[in-house]
């Protein structure tokens, strides 16, 4: 069994900062998958905003590019995503994703948390 519990999500002012952590424990070798995170916005789709593969290859959705940073710790088996500069629409439920590639994270599939909330106020 695979269990991933976020934390780090809040209300912050426009502007600000925060970072998110995911810690990650089970029975399967995290540095061998892709980790990252998905926001679900009110009355928007869920996205993938940030992912990291196994050899450390990361992507973003071009909203966050410049502004979020994703990073994994394999020794702790945690992935984290350093936002700065929020904005208010950055505002979300923050799930984290481990799967075995950026597409397969894409397409919804691997394991999820189940989601932290970031708030930005304007």
């Known amino acids: 069994q695979v269990q991933l519990v976020e934390s780090g999500g809040g209300l912050v002012q426009a502007g600000g900062s925060l970072k998110l952590s995911c810690a990650a424990s089970g029975s399967i070798i995290f540095s061998l998958n892709a980790m990252g995170w998905h926001r679900q916005a009110p009355g928007k789709q869920r996205e993938l905003v940030a992912a990291i593969s196994a050899g450390g290859s990361k992507n973003y959705v071009d909203s966050v590019k410049g502004r979020f940073t994703i990073s994994r710790d394999n020794t702790k088996n945690t992935v984290y995503l350093q936002m700065n500069s929020l904005k208010p629409e950055d505002t979300g439920v923050y799930y984290c994703?481990?799967?075995?590639?950026?597409?397969?994270?894409?397409?919804?599939?691997?394991?999820w948390g189940k989601g932290t909330l970031v708030t930005v106020s304007s």
């Open positions: 994703n481990v799967a075995g590639t950026i597409a397969t994270m894409h397409k919804g599939m691997g394991y």
